[in-house]
């Protein structure tokens, strides 16, 4: 099992911008996919944005394109998702996960961490 921990959610203004990260330790960090997901109060957890092993394939919900970057550190066991000109549809836990193949699919990511909550204020 892989443990993961996510840091740097917070409050920031609509406009803003934060710098998610995700440490992962445990079993074996490759070869892995990992994703964002995100749970606002109310509503299911959603994917966010994933990226493969080495980096080469990338993808993002369509509301947060142009605006979010994921990116990761293999040799540092960390992956990170910067998020740009934020806005307060964008507040929710943010969420990182492994999955054993590159997917969107919420159920086929194994390992989760606990959240960290990102607020942005309108």
């Known amino acids: 099992q892989v443990h993961l921990v996510e840091s740097g959610g917070g409050l920031v203004q609509a406009g803003g911008s934060l710098r998610l990260s995700c440490a992962a330790s445990?079993?074996?960090?490759?070869?892995?996919?990992m994703g964002w997901f995100r749970q606002a109060p109310g509503k299911e957890r959603e994917f966010v944005a994933l990226?493969?092993?080495?980096?080469?394939?990338?993808a993002y919900v369509d509301s947060v394109k142009g605006r979010f970057t994921i990116s990761r550190d293999n040799a540092e066991n960390t992956m990170y998702l910067q998020m740009n000109s934020l806005k307060s549809e964008d507040t929710a836990v943010y969420y990182c996960?492994?999955?054993?193949?590159?997917?969107?699919?919420?159920?086929?990511?194994?390992?989760w961490g606990q959240g960290t909550q990102v607020t942005v204020s309108s």
């Open positions: 445990g079993r074996t960090f490759s070869p892995s996919a």
């Open positions: 990226i493969s092993w080495r980096g080469r394939t990338t």
């Open positions: 996960a492994v999955a054993e193949r590159v997917t969107t699919r919420r159920d086929e990511y194994d390992s």
